[in-house]
């Protein structure tokens, strides 16, 4: 038989309501994974701009220009991004905080659905479903890998 695996299967007793409930909750974290993912970027490119920072400083005293690559240095280099933080800093106050309780609270949410990750798009993914005129699924259109 063609259908999802047990774990994107609606529970038993469990209303159109709440699965969609719980998909948007869901959907809310993605968004949220993808804006900790920019805060990495941002992180890292901060990091990398600093390191070319002190790259041009050097440079700026090999050609002679001192006195304005020890103000660039003492001013802006290895400066804190935020009063008292660097970026490392605010990563982790994101991720033990915010993003952290998000995380329980979405799967707090998921026990609606005795814990089953992704059901409202495992039921969509059933509805888009192509087939044949015999009912079973097209090629590229089958329930699971297997």
């Not at 701009?49 to 020890?70: H, M, N, P, T, Y």
């Not at 979405?106 to 192509?130: C, D, N, Q």
Request: hydrophobic residues 30%.
């Amino acid at each position: 038989m063609d259908e999802p695996s047990p774990e994107h299967q609606r529970p038993d007793g469990v209303d159109d309501s709440t699965v969609a409930a719980v998909g948007k909750v869901t959907e809310a974290l993605e968004t949220i994974e993808r804006a900790r993912g920019h805060l990495y970027e941002f992180h890292q490119l901060i990091g990398s701009g600093d390191a070319a920072l002190s790259e041009g400083v050097a440079a700026l005293r090999e050609c002679g220009q001192g006195e304005l690559a020890d103000t660039i240095e003492r001013e802006v280099v290895g400066r804190n991004v935020i009063r008292g933080r660097w970026t490392f800093q605010i990563v982790e106050d994101f991720d033990d905080g915010y993003w952290s309780c998000f995380r329980e609270h979405e799967r707090r949410a998921r026990e609606l659905l005795e814990g089953r990750r992704h059901v409202f798009e495992a039921e969509m993914k059933e509805r888009e479903r192509s087939t044949d005129q015999r009912g079973l699924p097209l090629r590229g259109h089958e329930a699971t890998p297997d």
